[in-house]
C-alpha cells in the first residue's frame, strides 16, 4: 500500500498547479490502495467522500502546493477515522496507562474478550508488567480459561515473569465462579487491578459468549478489551462487529501488528465499531506492546516510512542468495566496497536513493534534506560506482590500503575527484559501523527476511 499512495502523491506533489479532475484521479487511487490494504469497502467509500469535498476546494486547488494539501487531508481524515492523535507525551511509552481507565474502587477489574489464539493471554501479562513496572501498581491475573488448562498455567507463568499475583487455579470450578472468587482475592489482597483472561473460542459461540457477559456482570469491569489478531484482516471487523453487538466493550487491542504491514483491519475496526484501539501488540515479548497513535499508523498506511514495502520491493530485485551472502558479512562486520558496489547497484534497481529513503522510516526528512543541498540522485549512485569499478580487488576488499596517492588513481581513472573518493568512503565507513550496530535483528535480519 506505502508504494501505491507514495506514487499517486509523487504525481500530486510535483505538480504546480492541480484541477479537479487530478484531484478526483488520485482519490481513485487511494481508493484501490485502501481496499488492497484490507480496509472494509463501506469504510473506503465513506472516506472517500469525506476527504473529496474539502480536496476539490477551491482553496486546494488554486493553493500553491495542491498536491501537498491533499496529501494532507488524507493523512489528517486517516487520523481523525482511526481515533484522533495521542497528546505529544502520549506518544511516549508511559502512554499505555493512560489508554486505560483505572478510576474505581480498587480492585477495578480489566476483562479480555476475544477468540482463541488472539493474544488475550500474552496482552494481559504484557499491560500487566507495564502497570506494575511503570506505575507500581498491585496487579492480580486470573485465568477463566476452563476448557483449556495449559491456558491457565500459560497465564500463571506470565504472572511469575512480570512479578504480579496470580489466582490459584481450582479444579472444577466454572469461569464465573473464577471469576467472582478473582474479585473477593483482588479485594481481599489489597490489589488494584484484576486482569480476567477469559476462554478462547474458535468462532463466536453464543453459549461462551453468554459466560463472559455473566462475568462482565459480576465483575463489573472498567475496561473490556476486545483483543484481535491483524492478520486475520476482515474477520476482526467481523468479530469486533459481534463482539461489540453483545458486550459492552471499551476498547479494541490488535495483535501481531508485527507481521501485518498494511493497518487496514484496524482502521476498519475502528470505523465499524467506533470503539477506540488502545493498543498495538507488536511481538511475543513482553515488552511487545504500543499504545495506539493514530498519527502513527496514518503514516504507516499512507507509506511514509514503510518498511515492509521496502522488503516487498526489495525482495522483487534481490537476488535471495545474494541477500543472505550479504546479510551475513554485515554480521559479521566484514562489508566490504565490494559489497557497497553491489548494493548500490541494487538500490539503483529499487528506485534509486530517493525511493529507498522515502521508504526507510524517518529518513523522509533525511532526503528532504539532501535534496535542498543538491539532491541524491540515480546519477549519484551511478558516480559511486564509478569510483568503486576504479580500485583492485584489492582495495575493495581492504579500504584500509586506501591512502593518498591511490586515491588520485581511483579519482582519475572514475573522472570523479579525491574528496568525492573521501566522500564514498566514509559512507562505507558509516554504513558498516551502523551495521555492525544493528546487528543481526537489524539490516542484517532485514535482509534475510528479503532472503528467506
Ligand atoms: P489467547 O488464546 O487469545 O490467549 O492467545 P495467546 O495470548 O495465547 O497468544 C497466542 C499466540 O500468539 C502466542 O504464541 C503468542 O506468543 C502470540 N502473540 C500474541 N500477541 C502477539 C503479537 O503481538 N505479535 C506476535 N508476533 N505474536 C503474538
Ligand atoms: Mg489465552
Do not use: C, W
Not at 403 to 409: G, I
Amino acid at each position: 500500500l506505502g508504494d501505491k499512495l507514495t506514487g499517486v502523491f509523487d504525481n500530486l506533489t510535483g505538480r504546480g498547479a492541480l484541477s479537479e479532475k487530478d484531484v478526483s484521479a488520485a482519490l481513485r487511487e487511494i481508493r484501490v490502495a485502501l481496499l488492497e490494504a484490507d480496509v472494509a469497502l463501506p469504510v473506503v467509500k465513506d472516506f472517500i467522500a469525506k476527504i473529496k469535498d474539502e480536496a476539490v476546494g477551491d482553496k486546494v486547488i488554486k493553493s500553491i502546493k495542491p498536491g501537498q494539501q491533499v496529501v494532507k487531508i488524507v493523512h489528517d481524515g486517516l487520523v481523525e477515522m482511526l481515533g484522533g492523535s495521542l497528546s505529544d507525551d502520549g506518544k511516549e511509552a508511559s502512554a499505555i496507562s493512560s489508554q486505560l481507565q483505572l478510576a474505581g474502587r480498587p480492585p477495578v477489574a480489566i476483562l479480555m474478550a476475544g477468540l482463541q489464539g488472539s493474544g488475550k493471554t500474552t496482552t494481559s501479562g504484557k499491560i500487566a508488567k507495564f502497570l506494575k513496572d511503570r506505575h507500581k501498581k498491585k496487579v492480580l491475573l486470573a485465568s477463566l480459561d476452563t476448557r483449556r488448562p495449559a491456558a491457565m498455567e500459560q497465564l500463571g507463568i506470565l504472572a511469575e515473569q512480570t512479578g504480579n499475583g496470580f489466582l490459584p487455579i481450582v479444579a472444577g470450578e466454572s469461569a464465573v465462579d473464577i471469576a467472582a472468587r478473582a474479585m473477593d482475592q483482588g479485594a481481599k489482597g489489597g490489589y488494584d487491578v484484576v486482569f480476567l483472561d477469559t476462554a478462547g473460542r474458535t468462532t463466536i459461540d453464543e453459549e461462551l459468549m453468554a459466560e463472559v457477559a455473566e462475568i462482565a456482570a459480576i465483575a463489573k469491569p472498567v475496561e473490556t478489551l476486545l483483543v484481535a489478531d491483524s492478520l486475520t484482516g476482515q474477520d476482526a471487523v467481523e468479530t469486533a462487529k459481534r463482539f461489540h453487538a453483545q458486550l459492552p466493550l471499551t476498547g479494541l487491542v490488535l495483535t501481531r501488528i508485527d507481521g501485518d504491514g498494511r493497518g487496514g483491519a484496524a482502521l476498519s475496526m475502528r470505523a465499524v465499531t467506533g470503539l477506540p484501539i488502545k493498543f498495538l501488540g507488536t511481538g511475543e515479548k513482553l515488552d511487545a506492546i504500543e499504545a495506539f497513535d493514530a498519527e502513527r499508523l496514518a503514516g504507516r498506511i499512507l507509506g511514509q516510512g514503510d518498511i515492509v514495502s521496502l522488503v516487498e520491493r526489495a525482495s522483487e530485485v534481490l537476488d535471495a542468495k545474494e541477500a543472505e551472502r550479504v546479510a551475513k558479512k554485515m554480521e559479521k562486520g566484514t562489508f566490504d566496497l565490494d559489497d557497497l558496489g553491489k548494493q548500490l547497484g541494487q538500490m539503483q534497481k529499487m528506485g534509486g536513493m530517493g525511493g529507498l529513503m522515502k521508504m526507510m522510516p524517518g529518513m523522509g526528512k533525511m532526503k528532504k534534506q539532501l535534496d535542498a543541498a543538491g539532491g541524491v540522485d540515480d546519477k549519484l549512485l551511478k558516480q559511486q560506482q564509478a569510483i568503486i569499478l576504479s580500485m583492485t580487488p584489492t582495495e575493495r576488499k581492504n579500504p584500509a590500503l586506501l591512502k593518498a596517492s591511490r586515491k588520485k588513481r581511483i579519482a582519475a581513472g572514475s573522472g570523479m575527484s579525491v574528496q568525492e573518493v573521501n566522500k564514498l568512503l566514509k559512507m562505507h565507513r558509516q554504513m558498516s559501523d551502523m551495521m555492525k550496530k544493528m546487528g543481526k535483528g537489524g539490516m542484517a535480519g532485514m535482509m534475510q527476511a528479503m532472503g528467506g
